[in-house]
């Protein structure tokens, strides 16, 4: 089984509703991200958070929102999703230290319509 | 603000040839990572240098850190066709905070 498990893999909606991308994990990590990766423009940071009770916007939270339910789980949600939040979205845990490696689920490709 | 300049966008090469990826940036950095992702998979790490001046090998593959901690290379001995892949640099620094900023990445063909 998948250390970070990404559900769904593969999502399309339309404009106006409203998504949620769930991610969980069982390496034991307290710190968890979420990512975009659009076409020439790379990985970019949405949300993370360092423990359950942390929540940190990253360069390009606007129209997202998440959620730490626990240390394990960090969901993702587009409130009224648009067609230009298209792209691979991916969750990543650390642990704790400067220089510790990410580790990435799978993706889930949202294509909103 | 992409603090991290990667080049080149793209490189498709053949097998046996030789190359290197660059990693840039106006900033320093504490420490640098390099990953690989494949088609339809996350990216995976393949080496974290942290020392100014640093190399690493990994097989084939050769990892440098600048002196100053601005900038960073991968070259890659003899390629082969399992060397595909996409090719990402990620650096940590007071600008990004307590999370990783990665490069836009070099995309990597190698044909047989």
């Known amino acids: 089984d998948a250390d970070v498990t990404q559900t769904p893999r593969n999502r399309i909606t339309k404009t106006g509703k409203r998504i949620m991308l769930e991610c969980s994990q069982t390496k034991g990590h307290d710190r968890m991200y979420w990512y975009r990766q659009d076409p020439g423009l790379g990985l970019r940071l949405i949300y993370y958070?360092?423990?359950?009770?942390?929540?940190n916007k990253g360069e390009i939270s606007d129209g997202y929102s998440v959620s730490r339910q626990a240390q394990a789980k960090f969901s993702l949600s587009l409130e009224s999703a648009i067609p230009n939040q298209t792209a691979l979205y991916f969750c990543a845990t650390s642990s704790a230290g400067a220089a510790s490696p990410l580790h990435f689920g799978n993706g889930t490709r949202l294509t909103v319509t | 603000t992409q603090l991290l300049e990667q080049s080149p966008q793209f490189l498709s090469i053949q097998e046996g040839e030789n190359l290197t990826v660059y990693c840039n940036s106006s900033s320093v950095f504490s420490s640098l990572q390099w990953y690989r992702q494949e088609p339809g998979e996350g990216p995976v790490l393949l080496v974290t240098v942290v020392t100014g001046g640093e190399v690493k090998k990994l097989k084939r593959l050769t990892f440098q850190f600048g002196d100053a901690r601005k900038d960073s290379s991968l070259h890659i001995t003899a390629a082969q066709t399992g060397d595909t892949g996409l090719y990402l640099c990620?650096?940590?620094?007071?600008?990004?905070?307590?999370?990783?900023?990665f490069g836009k990445g070099t995309s990597l063909l190698v044909t047989p």
């Open positions: 990620a650096g940590l620094n007071s600008n990004s905070g307590y999370a990783l900023n």
């Open positions: 958070s360092f423990d359950v009770k942390d929540i």
